[in-house]
């Protein structure tokens, strides 16, 4: 029930993009507020970007502010993020992500996906 699969990471340079997808069942999507977090090497892992169930309502880190739009679409049980100018900071391992409400999505999701590899060349 609880089963999240993304994919969409890779190696992309400085300046450009990509785009995350996270699929998971229709029953389990659509009870579900949905975000990504990010983990990357030696730190904590840090939430990125959170929707709500309905996809009306977005929430993201200072850091994904103006660069990331998260997205859902309801139809194919899926969130996206959508990447673009990234930095080498931007490197880390990205996790899918979901929970009752944006609150409990944005601190302590109940549910994580296996996670995929970004990494921004300079």
């Known amino acids: 029930q609880g089963q999240l699969v993304e994919s969409g990471g890779g190696l992309v340079q400085a300046g450009g993009s990509l785009r995350l997808s996270c699929v998971t069942s229709?029953?389990?999507?659509?009870?579900?507020?949905m975000g990504w977090f990010r983990q990357a090497p030696g730190k904590e892992r840090e939430f990125v970007a959170a929707i709500s169930r309905s996809g009306g309502d977005t929430y993201y880190a200072d850091s994904a502010k103006g660069r990331f739009t998260i997205s859902r679409d309801n139809a194919k049980n899926t969130v996206y993020l959508q990447m673009n100018s990234l930095k080498p900071a931007d490197t880390a391992v990205y996790y899918c992500?979901?929970?009752?409400?944006?609150?409990?999505?944005?601190?302590?999701?109940?549910?994580w996906g296996q996670g995929t590899q970004v990494t921004v060349s300079s």
């Open positions: 992500a979901a929970g009752g409400s944006v609150v409990v999505v944005s601190t302590t999701p109940t549910y």
């Open positions: 229709e029953r389990f999507f659509s009870n579900n507020a």
